[in-house]
Nanobody, 115 residues
Framework: QVQLVESGGGLVQAGGSLRLSCTAS????????FGWGRQAPGKQRDLVAS???????SYVDFVKGRFTIARDNAKNTVYLQMNSLKPEDTAVYYC?????????WGQGTQVTVSS
């Protein structure tokens, strides 16, 4: 089992920045890929960024150039630096980890961007 705990959400004005952190515990050696997903009210949860064990990042188009994902394997921690935030980025952000055969999600942290 793997547990993922997020932190760093909050309220920020449009154009501002936030940094999310996620610390993994349990059988973390099984996790190959970490990522961040988000879910706005009434919408499905989508993965917006991921990073491989080797550190190769991947982003959906609407966050490219604004969000940066990074991981510290020694600390079992993954980060999401979010810059130039927009009101449409408002959502609950979830940490995600995948072994390839199984995925895990954290409990989520609220990010609210005011206009």
């Amino acid at each position: 089992q793997v547990q993922l705990v997020e932190s760093g959400g909050g309220l920020v004005q449009a154009g501002g920045s936030l940094r999310l952190s996620c610390t993994a515990s349990g059988s973390t050696f099984r996790i190959n890929t970490f990522g961040w997903g988000r879910q706005a009210p009434g919408k499905q949860r989508d993965l917006v960024a991921s990073i491989s064990r080797a550190g190769t990042p991947s982003y959906v188009d609407f966050v490219k150039g604004r969000f940066t994902i990074a991981r510290d394997n020694a600390k079992n921690t993954v980060y999401l630096q979010m810059n130039s935030l927009k009101p449409e980025d408002t959502a609950v952000y979830y940490c995600w980890g995948s072994t390839g055969a199984r995925s895990y999600w954290g409990q989520g942290t609220q990010v609210t961007v005011s206009s």
